[in-house]
């Protein structure tokens, strides 16, 4: 009976333990959406924020690829979203991903700046709780006048 309890206290309980996985301080996942205007691939001075756009964070099993966590968001009138994990997600592929636009003229994500990854864990020894995921983008249904004048410069 001693070994089965001793057992238990060696391999049970810890695996219990780990399984909750909250943070002491939660971790925020931060970043910025903005609409492209010249349709460039890259951010220039006529892209312009998307106030309230609707940002997530989603993580996924390595193995099975299936969702176990999500957590919405939405930017700020500095473009900016914020968005609190209270869990360490060590052991999956965690990203921000766009969910929609607030800005019907500028509501088609940008291709290959849809989504950021983001690693949201504690474990690998970051001084900050603060993740920052790479700028995501949509694109304007229309360029704006003086875009041709701003891709010559590049």
């Known amino acids: 009976m001693a070994k089965v309890l001793l057992l238990f206290a060696l391999?049970?309980?810890p695996a219990l333990v780990s399984a909750t996985r909250m943070v002491k301080s939660?971790?925020?996942?931060?970043?910025?959406?903005?609409c492209e205007h010249c349709r460039a691939g890259f951010e220039t001075s006529k892209s312009r924020c998307?106030?309230?756009a609707k940002v997530k964070v989603v993580c996924r099993d390595k193995k099975t690829n299936q969702?176990?966590?999500?957590?919405?968001g939405y930017t700020d009138k500095a473009e900016n979203y914020q968005i609190p994990v209270h869990e360490d997600h060590w052991d999956q592929i965690c990203d921000a991903v766009l969910v929609e636009s607030s800005q019907p003229d500028c509501a088609t994500m940008t291709p290959g700046r849809e989504r950021a990854r983001v690693i949201l864990t504690?474990?690998?020894?970051?001084?900050?709780?603060?993740?920052y995921a790479n700028a995501m983008s949509f694109l304007a249904d229309e360029p704006e006048a003086g875009c041709a004048e701003i891709m010559k410069m590049y």
């Open 26 to 34: 939660p971790l925020m996942v931060q970043g910025h959406v903005y």
């Open 122 to 131: 504690n474990y690998n020894g970051f001084a900050s709780t603060t993740r």
């Open 11 to 13: 391999c049970v309980l």
């Open 50 to 52: 998307v106030l309230h």
């Open 67 to 72: 969702v176990v966590y999500e957590r919405e």
